[in-house]
């Protein structure tokens, strides 16, 4: 059974997750937004998603982009846990999964290490 979760506690644990990065990374993010949304229009399972150009791919062309931004999709990751514990659990996945997106760090190198 999913678990019910109103949207203030979810941003929360997206605040949360975020603040679990150290801060040598969060401080080097560079222009990119945060976002929470009930779930993507197209891809409804979708549990998050990074887009823009990631750091790694920047160039002195970059100048007036507009922000990247990450988006964590609420309702497919509380439909895919038992408890809030693993609400916790899937939420920090998620948003260092996007994060690291965000650095250039690929789907492969993050699923061979664990992080979805």
């Given at each position: ?70 988006t964590i999709y ?30 250039g760090i690929s ?10």
């Open positions: 059974m999913p678990v019910t979760m109103g949207e203030e506690e979810f941003e929360g644990l997206v605040g949360d997750a975020l603040d679990s990065i150290p801060p040598e990374l969060t401080d080097a993010m560079s222009n990119v937004v945060i976002l929470v949304e009930p779930h993507h229009p197209d891809e409804p399972g979708l549990l998050g998603l990074y887009e823009g150009i990631a750091l790694t791919e920047r160039d002195s062309s970059y100048g007036f982009a507009v922000p990247d931004t990450i609420r309702e497919p990751l509380l439909a895919m846990c038992a408890s809030r514990d693993e609400v916790v659990d899937e939420v920090a996945i998620t948003v260092v999964h996007e994060v690291a997106h965000h650095f789907d492969d190198w993050l699923h061979a290490h664990g992080w979805g």
